[in-house]
């Protein structure tokens, strides 16, 4: 994989059938159209970007930014791309567009049991904080509130 294959741009609602793809193959719950719509065109709040492969879309972030706190609502990667550093280079997009945006720290939810994404963001500096008990509706697994204070 060359850096010249990946691109990082803002979502639009071009992308959103895309993003319902990966959305239904990584999520229980997945996001409806009508969510990603509302989250792009009305939440003054909302930052949502997507990561191409080969002039293929193969992942995507979306974050709030609240003064000077950002929150990660979610992060997927089609499951055929995992294992390729593309969630990393999700991660660092996002912490350099919260250094350049002022944001101080950055929080997010992840399933207690999804070890992967745990690593993945401690390996970015996040630490666990808390929990949030039976936080999915699907399975009523709880949720480990993480931060990164330091960015």
Known sequence: MTEKSILISSMTIDDIEEILI???LCFALPWSYDSFYNEIQSNKFAH????????RIVGYIGLWHVID????TNIAIHPEFRCKGLACKLIEYTLDFCR???ISSLTLEVRKNNIPALNLYKKYGFV????????????????I?????SI
């Not at 509130?145 to 204070?149: E, S």
């Open 22 to 24: 990966i959305e239904n």
């Open 128 to 143: 666990e904080e808390g929990i949030r008990k039976g936080y999915y509706v699907d399975n009523k697994e709880d949720a």
């Open 100 to 102: 350049e945006s002022g």
């Open 69 to 72: 706190e950002g929150h990660i």
């Open 48 to 55: 949502y970007h997507v990561i191409w492969f080969n002039n």
């Open 145 to 149: 509130i993480m931060w990164n204070k």
